[in-house]
């Protein structure tokens, strides 16, 4: 039975001759490697070269249309809730070692009242 041919692991970077034991990770192409550095110093020349600010943060509804966003909502909605949920459980378990209202709304930027409206199920 003959041998099957294994790939070459790549042993360094294309573009900065980098070792490969020194970078984080290394993207293959045909016949070529490429760092997470390389990587990323080609993202900036690239982005400069477009003309656009690095660190722009442009809002994704910006280029979607009414129905599109519309269709992302519920989405949203449903991450909200579990994030809220998970928020109630951790106050929950605040409350459950003896932490008092005052503390919670404190870190919180709001009142004893306005925590125990929250998060109370007496509330």
Not at 31 to 37: F, H, K, L, N
């Amino acid at each position: 039975m003959a041998a099957t041919a294994h790939p070459e692991e790549p042993t360094h970077c294309s573009f900065c001759a980098k070792p490969s034991a020194e970078t984080g990770k290394l993207v293959s192409g045909p016949g070529v490697y490429i760092c997470d550095t390389c990587v990323e110093l080609a993202n900036r020349i690239v982005t400069e070269a477009l003309g656009k600010p690095p660190t722009q943060n442009t809002p994704a509804w910006t280029a979607m249309t009414d129905e599109e966003i519309l269709h992302h909502l519920p989405g949203i909605a449903a991450r909200i809730d579990q994030a809220e949920a998970e928020l109630r459980a951790w106050v929950h378990e605040l409350r459950r070692r003896g932490v008092t209202w005052t503390r919670i709304g404190d870190t919180f930027g709001i009142t004893r009242q306005s925590a125990w409206e929250r998060f109370s199920d007496e509330a």
